[in-house]
């Protein structure tokens, strides 16, 4: 079986990008993932190797665009209610636009530095 050359290429940008950056407790990784279904988000703290957050846009409906900035505003919220303001952007290894720049733009807007 002959595996997708987009799929190799997208784990190789997400290699190179988790090289560089982790979360910690005080500023945490926003890890996006994007399938066919939906949009992932999660807050981690890669120190305590643990999940402080996950949400998914599963429950959405709408445009991939829509359920994309809902899913953001949603994110910034749940993390103001933990206490959680700066976060550490990380796109999986995924190009900055369309739906992964939506989120992260919904996302800045609701309270998130990053």
Known sequence: M??????LSRDR???RVRSKISGTEARPR?????S???????LIDDEAEKTI??????????TPAARAKALGEKMGEEAKKK???DVVFD???????G???????????SGLKF
């Open 2 to 7: 002959a595996l997708n050359p987009k799929i």
């Open 13 to 15: 940008r997400h290699k």
């Open 30 to 34: 926003l890890s996006v993932y994007k």
């Open 36 to 42: 066919n279904r939906g949009i992932y988000a999660q």
């Open 53 to 62: 957050l996950g949400i998914s846009s599963l429950s959405l409906k709408g």
């Open 83 to 85: 206490g959680i303001k």
């Open 91 to 97: 796109r999986g290894g995924f190009l900055y636009a």
């Open 99 to 109: 739906s992964v720049q939506i989120f992260a733009d919904s996302a800045r807007s």
